[in-house]
């Protein structure tokens, strides 16, 4: 079968097409054909060594495709069902073995694109939205890297729970976007200052769900009102240098967290309960997830350039068959 395999750290060009021998399923593991291939951030956090993973290894941990074959004790699942995961390491192949508990089915109103990027993106903003502030209805929230897939999923979610959304995003063609999701006000980086965020809350806003990081990071704190969450849940723009908390305290008594999408899907019933949610909310119209991009399995090198340098929208995925 044909994988993309890492052997050093690096940039994109460590991301090489390989052919493999395809993999078999052992007890209570399912053999799943790849119809389509999640691309996200922390993909390139373990390309590059950020995160570490024994070399080499095939990147990727998120995808939809079709069951092959089963191995012993997986009753709930038959050759032909149509399956997504999340976390289920060496994802970037057309074939992949994952325990039959990580999978979750999918329904046929679902495409295949859409299946392969809705989890660790529609879980991420699910938890983040239900779990990690203390926000209520008409509080005003800030969501960075709107148009982004993360993002764009949480200025649903937020928009239906009543929250008053700002939103911030590099181009006027990714703002549109935004509106068109239901944000209240869209501000360009450049004009996405704490006082102008500051000024359109009414004295700073409750929540950040900050993606971005490193580059973000000093504007989310200075525009949270006294005893704020910062949600930094991501760091597209590199990693957040060490924070003194006092600086918490000098902000407001804000609250800074720092969480992972593991541990809040930690077991298997959490994990089924949220992806329901998620799936329900895409099959009955009340959330829309746009793939923005398409790359084919050889051109993962291609894709990680797009995505690292904020040129694409939505979520990314890749084709196997290509």
């Known amino acids: 079968m044909r994988a993309i395999r890492i052997s050093e750290h690096g940039g994109p060009d460590v991301l090489r097409p390989v052919e493999v021998e395809t993999p078999s399923p052992g007890p209570g593991e399912v053999l799943v054909r790849t119809t389509a291939i999640g691309v996200n951030f922390i993909d390139t956090y373990f390309r590059e060594g950020v995160y570490q993973s024994a070399l080499p290894y095939i990147p990727g941990s998120e995808g939809a495709g079709i069951v092959e074959s089963v191995g012993e004790g997986t009753p709930d699942l038959v050759a032909g069902d149509r399956v997504?995961?999340?976390?289920?390491?060496?994802?970037?192949?057309?074939?992949?073995?994952?325990?039959?508990?990580?999978?979750?089915?999918?329904?046929?109103?679902?495409?295949?694109?859409?299946?392969?990027s809705m989890l660790l993106q529609g879980l991420t903003a699910h938890y983040l939205i239900t779990d990690t502030h203390r926000a209520h209805g008409g509080d005003t929230v800030l969501i960075t890297a709107g148009a982004?897939?993360?993002?764009?999923?949480?200025?649903?979610?937020?928009?239906?729970?009543?929250?008053?959304?700002?939103?911030?995003?590099?181009?006027?063609?990714?703002?549109?976007?935004?509106?068109?999701?239901?944000?209240?006000?869209?501000?360009?980086?450049?004009?996405?200052?704490?006082?102008?965020?500051?000024?359109?809350?009414?004295?700073?806003?409750?929540?950040v769900f900050d993606g971005v990081g490193r580059d973000t990071f000093d504007t989310s704190l200075a525009s949270l009102a006294r005893r704020g969450t910062l949600v930094l849940f991501g760091a597209a723009s590199g990693p957040v240098p060490p924070v003194d908390p006092q600086r918490l305290n000098a902000a407001g008594s804000v609250f800074l967290t720092r969480p992972t999408l593991g541990d809040f899907i930690a077991t298997t019933e959490e994990y089924r309960e949220r992806a329901a949610e998620v799936m329900e909310g895409l099959v009955g119209g009340s959330l829309v997830l746009d793939v923005g991009a398409t790359f084919g399995l050889t051109d993962a090198a291609q894709a990680h350039r797009a995505l690292q340098a904020r040129r694409t929208t939505g979520s990314i995925t890749l084709d196997p068959s290509r």
Do not use: F, N
């Not at 995961?85 to 679902?110: D, R």
């Not at 993002?151 to 939103?167: D, K, N, P």
């Open 84 to 116: 997504a995961w999340c976390q289920i390491p060496g994802s970037y192949a057309q074939y992949v073995v994952a325990p039959a508990e990580a999978l979750v089915t999918v329904p046929e109103e679902v495409p295949d694109g859409v299946a392969a």
């Open 148 to 207: 982004g897939g993360v993002g764009q999923l949480l200025i649903q979610m937020a928009v239906a729970r009543g929250y008053q959304v700002i939103t911030t995003t590099s181009t006027e063609s990714k703002a549109r976007i935004c509106r068109d999701l239901g944000a209240h006000q869209v501000l360009l980086y450049p004009e996405a200052t704490p006082e102008r965020i500051r000024e359109l809350s009414g004295g700073g806003v409750e929540v």
